[in-house]
């Protein structure tokens, strides 16, 4: 067994190893910061900026979170490239130009394009304001990462209220998975509905479908076509919906669907019927796009 002071020794090195490690360290960090930066997105690293100007040689300033995690986190500097997206479909490289304690300015190297969503715009309405333990944050994420165009807190007999703090960390989630995915369309994260609200959206909607334990598999009820250019989902609270809210959604159009012989949590639910439905209009659109 080594001795005493051997271990003495290797504990003082762990916590403060020499100049040319800790060099060596920091130059190592960097670029596998950088370059697992690059490779996890498939291409240069991406931010968020509200908004993009149109043309070549134009500058944008990063500021606030996007400005923290370009520097600090993936540690860019000066003439590094990287990628600017506004949320609605604005997609641009540039080249950071110039850091300040405040902020990077990123020059473009190129005219902004914008890249028009694909496919139906699947909007969520799901009762997950009793959640905890971090579920409403994973349905949240989850949702972002497979594509939905919105999510609706829905407010029910059984899930009445959702805390209003929650919905500005849930925002903050949202902008996360938007950049993690590469997703230049932001998810957008409405205020709460009531159920009788949300009766006119669904009547005026083709595609609702509302998760319904005893009803049809949803693979059986879903159309062999659709030219809809948005549809709904429809998920309940924990102990689901009263039979009055579920026949008053019905009246209003909503097609009940199964979503298997097991019951499944309001966030299980909620990404069950996403996927399907995200996998099913995508196989629609490529089916459309090699007939055009």
Known sequence: MPP????????????RPPPSTRRLLVAAARAHSTAGASQARGGLPRFHSPSLPSSKGEVVRIQGDEFWHMTRVLRLGTSD?????????GLVEGSIQKVDKNGSDVELLENARLIAPQGIQWHVFAAFGTLKGGRADWLIEKCTEL?????????????????????????RLVL?????CQRVHDMSLKPPIQIHDLLLVVAQSKLAFLASAEAPPVLT??????????????????????????NVLKAA???????????????????????????????RHQERQQCS
């Open 253 to 283: 159009g909503a097609v009940p669907v199964g979503l298997g012989p097991c019951r499944l949590r309001v966030e299980t639910a909620t990404i069950s019927l996403l996927s399907a439905l995200m996998l099913w209009s995508d196989a």
């Open 81 to 89: 490239r990287v990628e600017l997206f506004d949320g609605a479909g």
């Open 4 to 15: 005493a002071a051997t271990f003495s020794s290797f504990s003082a090195l762990m916590r």
């Open 221 to 246: 009820v879903l159309p062999n076509s659709s030219n809809e250019e948005s549809g709904l989902l429809i998920i309940g609270p924990e102990g689901d919906f009263t039979e009055e809210e579920v």
């Open 147 to 171: 594509g939905a165009s919105s999510v609706t807190p829905l407010l029910t007999e059984r899930c009445h209220t959702i805390a209003e703090n929650r919905v500005d960390r849930l925002q």
């Open 176 to 180: 996360a998975a938007v950049k993690q």
